[in-house]
């Protein structure tokens, strides 16, 4: 079976398939400046078990200069939902983003905020 093809969004650039890998992720990652708008959004070509991407933004000082990740998800049954995790441990989001990349797998969401009413409030 082929390999599913991603893409990365940054705030800079973008990258199709061929050129994504665990080391273009890790460096973006360390890139990442506290308090400078940096972010990473991860799509599959075809959704992960309904997930259409995953994202990490740069450490924040308003929320103790922790990372976000937050997944989307779609289906026509339930629509837009997107969940929301902070974390200051720089493994934990290099961890998620090789999963869903390389294994497409989601992360467990039990610790993850649901925070679909954003979205659904624009």
């Given at each position: 079976?082929?390999?599913?093809?991603?893409?990365?969004?940054?705030?800079?650039?973008?990258f199709?398939?061929?050129?994504?890998?665990?080391?273009?992720?890790?460096?973006?990652?360390?890139s990442f400046?506290?308090?400078?708008?940096?972010?990473?959004?991860?799509?599959?070509?075809?959704p992960?078990?309904?997930?259409?991407f995953?994202q990490?933004g740069?450490?924040?000082?308003?929320v103790?200069?922790?990372?976000?990740?937050?997944?989307?998800f779609?289906?026509?049954?339930?629509?837009?939902a997107?969940?929301?995790?902070?974390t200051?441990d720089?493994n934990?989001?290099?961890?998620?983003?090789?999963?869903?990349?390389?294994?497409?797998?989601?992360?467990?969401?039990l610790?993850?905020?649901d925070?679909?009413?954003?979205?659904?409030?624009?």
């Amino acid at each position: 079976m082929d390999r599913q093809s991603f893409s990365i969004r940054t705030n800079f650039d973008e990258f199709q398939n061929d050129e994504v890998d665990a080391t273009l992720i890790s460096q973006i990652i360390n890139s990442f400046s506290p308090n400078e708008w940096d972010f990473l959004v991860l799509s599959p070509e075809l959704p992960i078990q309904d997930s259409t991407f995953l994202q990490a933004g740069s450490p924040e000082e308003m929320v103790d200069f922790q990372y976000t990740l937050e997944i989307g998800f779609y289906n026509e049954n339930n629509g837009r939902a997107i969940y929301r995790l902070y974390t200051k441990d720089k493994n934990v989001v290099m961890e998620y983003l090789i999963d869903y990349w390389q294994e497409g797998k989601i992360p467990d969401l039990l610790l993850w905020e649901d925070v679909s009413q954003e979205i659904n409030d624009i």
